[in-house]
């Protein structure tokens, strides 16, 4: 009786870690390499912040704030946006963001109005988020 108890105990213990979910750590995409190419792709394609933002404030105040705001602030987040590129150009090899390879900013699905993507936007149909992806006519 005890021995048969004692197998099913072992087989249990062993099924029981048979199951363990094994996954990559949150962080393990984010790497020096990926902290260089995103540098690269924020000062290259960070320009694309200012367009973004005129079409963005046109369509929610008008075409004299899409002219106004809508320049002023896209002129603003392109240039935060190649200066972080290049921060992270030149601090690619060391842990700057909370001992992670992390991108320094507050994240967009964090603060939407605010908050900025990984990458620089992408304008036009094949944007990962929802706000590159409005057609105004």
């Given at each position: 009786?005890?021995k048969?108890?004692?197998?099913?105990?072992?087989a249990l213990?062993?099924?029981?870690?048979?199951?363990?979910?094994?996954?990559?750590?949150?962080?393990?995409?984010?790497?020096?390499?990926h902290?260089l190419?995103?540098?690269?792709?924020?000062?290259?394609?960070?320009?694309?912040?200012?367009?973004?933002?005129?079409?963005?404030?046109?369509?929610?105040?008008g075409?004299?704030?899409?002219?106004?705001?809508?320049?002023?602030?896209?002129?603003?987040?392109?240039i935060?946006?190649?200066?972080?590129?290049?921060?992270?150009?030149l601090?690619?090899?060391?842990?700057?963001?909370?001992?992670?390879?992390?991108?320094?900013y507050?994240?967009?699905?964090?603060?939407?109005?605010?908050?900025?993507?990984?990458?620089?936007?992408?304008?036009g149909?094949?944007?990962?988020?929802?706000y590159?992806?409005?057609?105004?006519?």
């Amino acid at each position: 009786m005890m021995k048969k108890f004692l197998s099913t105990l072992l087989a249990l213990g062993i099924a029981g870690t048979c199951f363990a979910d094994i996954q990559a750590p949150p962080n393990s995409g984010q790497t020096a390499i990926h902290k260089l190419g995103r540098g690269f792709s924020n000062v290259l394609y960070g320009i694309t912040e200012l367009p973004l933002r005129v079409i963005n404030v046109n369509a929610a105040d008008g075409n004299s704030a899409g002219f106004g705001v809508g320049l002023v602030e896209g002129t603003q987040r392109s240039i935060t946006r190649v200066g972080y590129g290049l921060f992270e150009i030149l601090t690619f090899p060391a842990k700057t963001y909370k001992q992670s390879y992390k991108a320094p900013y507050q994240d967009i699905e964090y603060d939407p109005y605010n908050g900025y993507s990984e990458f620089s936007p992408e304008i036009g149909w094949q944007s990962k988020y929802a706000y590159g992806r409005k057609q105004n006519y």
